[in-house]
């Protein structure tokens, strides 16, 4: 059995991740470049779509992290530092467990899938996608319950809880450093659209939408906190308020209730459709799950 720690990578890959932040600095000059066939192409498709006032410029894209203070951004990198990784070793303990009764047999999820960072390698950024069995967006979270319930006959994991958070995080990790990129369905563009549209619509008592304040207003303080650009690629995210770990859904719901809006339930489509055009308006950005924000 492969030993949870082992999943810290030793030196040369959290370098790698140092690297994330001055990444952003020079992607928008040297990636560009180097991306711009594969940009022309891709942003012709997605501008249809994603034309609207929420977006941020490609050259302009900056991880949440670099908003951060420097205490913050060297316990992100360092894995042994990083709070995410408790949550990440419980995850990879419960990848490997599985146990049979009398009748039903209980898979592990190492049993179908191997292992973890190479089987799952670049799925996270697959995920909210359209599921066709059952006609619903499901994000990661809710595709991590259906193999639970479906292959593993075991009960559904709850939102937020220590398990579900470990194995979300443990798949989003095979993903780490990966840049984000999107391939838009014609069956995901209505949620997307919709999605969209939410993210543009004022809200709440205060009356904002998400864009006024991750688009319009990012850099700018508001309540002793630095407003990022909202982008998605370190979620599930260690949060010192929280002191621990939570989903992107449960940070969107903490800006929901930052502007007196309804809270939308875990799993909601409200959310997950939010969730698919973050991941969108995220493209171009290196995954850096288990972020530490706070
Ligand atoms: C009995 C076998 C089996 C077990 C046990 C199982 N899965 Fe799966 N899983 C599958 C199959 C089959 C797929 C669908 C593969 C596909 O669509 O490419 C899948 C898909 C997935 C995907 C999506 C992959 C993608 O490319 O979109 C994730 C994530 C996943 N499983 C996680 C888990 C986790 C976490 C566990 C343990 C809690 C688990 N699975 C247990 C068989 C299993
Ligand atoms: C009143 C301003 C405000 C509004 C409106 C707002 N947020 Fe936020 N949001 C914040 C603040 C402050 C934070 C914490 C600091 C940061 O990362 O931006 C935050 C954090 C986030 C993050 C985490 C970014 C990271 O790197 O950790 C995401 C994602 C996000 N918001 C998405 C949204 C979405 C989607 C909406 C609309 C439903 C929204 N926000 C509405 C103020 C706002």
Same mark, same amino acid.
């Given at each position: 059995?492969?030993k949870?720690s082992?999943?810290?990578?030793?030196?040369?890959?959290?370098?790698h991740?140092? @690297?994330?932040?001055?990444?952003h600095?020079?992607?928008?000059?040297?990636g560009?470049?180097?991306?711009?066939?594969?940009?022309?192409?891709?942003?012709t498709?997605?501008?249809?779509?994603?034309?609207?006032?929420?977006m941020?410029q490609?050259?302009?894209?900056?991880?949440?992290?670099?908003?951060?203070?420097a205490?913050?951004?060297a316990?992100?990198?360092?894995?042994?530092?990083n709070?995410g990784?408790?949550w990440?070793?419980q995850?990879?303990?419960?990848?490997?467990q599985?146990?049979?009764?009398?009748?039903?047999? @209980?898979?592990? %999820?190492?049993? %179908? @899938?191997?292992?973890?960072q190479?089987?799952?390698?670049?799925v996270?950024?697959k995920?909210?996608?359209?599921?066709?069995?059952?006609?619903?967006?499901?994000n990661?979270?809710?595709?991590?319950?259906?193999?639970?319930?479906?292959?593993?006959?075991?009960?559904?994991?709850?939102?937020?809880?220590?398990?579900?958070?470990?194995l979300?995080?443990?798949v989003?990790?095979?993903s780490r450093g990966?840049?984000?990129?999107?391939?838009?369905?014609?069956d995901?563009?209505p949620?997307?659209l919709?999605?969209?549209?939410?993210?543009?619509?004022?809200m709440?008592?205060?009356n904002?939408a998400?864009?006024? %304040? @991750?688009?319009?207003?990012?850099?700018?303080?508001?309540?002793?906190?630095?407003?990022?650009?909202?982008?998605p690629h370190?979620?599930?995210?260690?949060?010192?308020?929280?002191?621990?770990l939570?989903?992107?859904?449960?940070?969107?719901?903490?800006?929901?209730s930052?502007?007196?809006?309804?809270i939308?339930p875990?799993?909601?489509?409200?959310?997950?459709e939010?969730?698919?055009?973050?991941?969108?308006?995220?493209?171009?950005?290196?995954?850096?799950?288990?972020?530490?924000?706070?």
């Amino acid at each position: 059995m492969k030993k949870a720690s082992s999943l810290r990578p030793t030196k040369p890959s959290s370098s790698h991740v140092t @690297h994330l932040s001055s990444s952003h600095r020079v992607f928008g000059k040297l990636g560009c470049l180097l991306t711009l066939a594969c940009l022309l192409f891709t942003s012709t498709l997605h501008a249809q779509v994603l034309g609207g006032a929420g977006m941020v410029q490609r050259s302009l894209m900056r991880s949440g992290l670099s908003f951060s203070s420097a205490d913050l951004r060297a316990t992100q990198s360092d894995d042994s530092l990083n709070p995410g990784f408790l949550w990440i070793d419980q995850g990879q303990a419960l990848w490997q467990q599985g146990s049979r009764s009398n009748t039903v047999d @209980h898979p592990s %999820c190492a049993a %179908c @899938h191997q292992d973890s960072q190479q089987s799952m390698r670049g799925v996270s950024m697959k995920y909210p996608r359209w599921d066709k069995s059952t006609s619903q967006l499901i994000n990661l979270e809710g595709q991590i319950n259906a193999c639970r319930t479906q292959r593993q006959h075991l009960p559904a994991l709850a939102y937020e809880s220590d398990e579900l958070l470990g194995l979300t995080a443990l798949v989003s990790l095979a993903s780490r450093g990966l840049v984000l990129s999107r391939t838009l369905d014609d069956d995901l563009k209505p949620a997307l659209l919709r999605g969209q549209s939410r993210y543009e619509t004022r809200m709440g008592q205060n009356n904002l939408a998400c864009m006024h %304040c @991750h688009t319009q207003n990012a850099g700018q303080h508001l309540g002793g906190e630095t407003i990022s650009q909202g982008q998605p690629h370190a979620y599930p995210a260690y949060r010192l308020e929280w002191q621990r770990l939570g989903s992107l859904q449960k940070r969107l719901r903490a800006c929901l209730s930052g502007v007196k809006a309804e809270i939308w339930p875990f799993g909601s489509q409200e959310l997950t459709e939010l969730e698919l055009y973050l991941s969108f308006r995220g493209e171009g950005l290196a995954i850096e799950s288990p972020g530490v924000r706070r």
